[in-house]
């Protein structure tokens, strides 16, 4: 209950982790373990961009499908970015 009201905002990092008993808003299997970057929002779902090879690609993800990737996973780069130094 607690991850579909978790609000994400555009540039935040989420985990594709398919929830096979919601059939809407599921991305394709290839897809599952995978890490995205939230671009915006479409009605209930989200909009993520993935990398996959040299190619990136646009899904449309219900958040029942997603799971925020913790701060500490940011490696040294990303964290300096977002203003998350140790």
Do not use: W
Request: proline share 8%; net charge positive; hydrophobic share 30%.
């Amino acid at each position: 209950m607690s991850l579909l009201m978790y609000d994400y905002k555009p540039g935040d990092k989420v985990y594709i982790i398919i929830n096979p008993s919601v059939m809407k808003g599921m991305p394709h299997r290839r897809y599952h373990g995978k890490t995205g970057t939230i671009v915006g929002k479409r009605g209930r779902c989200y909009i993520v961009q993935v990398r996959m090879g040299g190619k990136v690609k646009t899904l449309i993800v219900r958040p029942e499908h997603l799971r925020p990737v913790p701060p500490e996973a940011f490696s040294g780069s990303e964290a300096k970015e977002r203003g998350e130094e140790k």
